[in-house]
């Protein structure tokens, strides 16, 4: 009976720490669900201001800045303790005359924030490199995630002279990496849709 007792009561604790997560998530959700609905058009939006290529030792290499622009209710997410991540997408496209371009490489950046409560600080965390810096205001945070430096592009070996080539980069918050409840409303709601057109230019060699 004591062991019984024992289960019983562990059963319990855990039972209400689960229902207290999703409590909070639930709470977190109808916050969320009411400021889209007050929001108006207070969209979010990602923005390509410059990119460029540079040579490096064995490959082009990129540079981009973007302007990132929260949602209403993205910025009161991660303000409650939701991170945000956003992916970034380098291609490097072959073009051809008859067929659609091919793309020949491409690479992947992802970038995470998190606001952290008791040090009043925004954390910023590249999630290929492990590497992170803190932030007390948010406007850095997100100035500091538009900026890619020394990115490959593409490999010297890769190209053929007789050919022509393009690089194109694009920027947009991973929806995926939400938790479920935030996830079902950031699909059914445009002002989660945070993601910028391709930004593409010839590949100068």
Known sequence: MLAQGHLVHRFSRQSFRACKGWLLMLGVCSLLLS???????KSGAIVVTDAEVELGESAWLLNAWMDIRLSK?????????????FEFQVQALEKRRWLWDRVISEHRQLREVQYHPLTYTYIVKD??????????RLEEAMQSIGVLLNIDVLEYAAVSDNLDYTVRLRGSLEIEALPIP????????????IKSAWYQWPLER
């Open 35 to 41: 400021g889209e609905l007050q929001a108006g058009g």
């Open 73 to 85: 209710g993205a910025r009161k997410a991660l303000v409650n303790g939701i991170p945000l991540w």
């Open 127 to 136: 999630l290929v490199t492990g590497e992170q810096h803190n932030f007390r």
């Open 182 to 193: 935030i996830r079902l409303l950031a699909y059914v709601s445009s002002k989660w849709d």
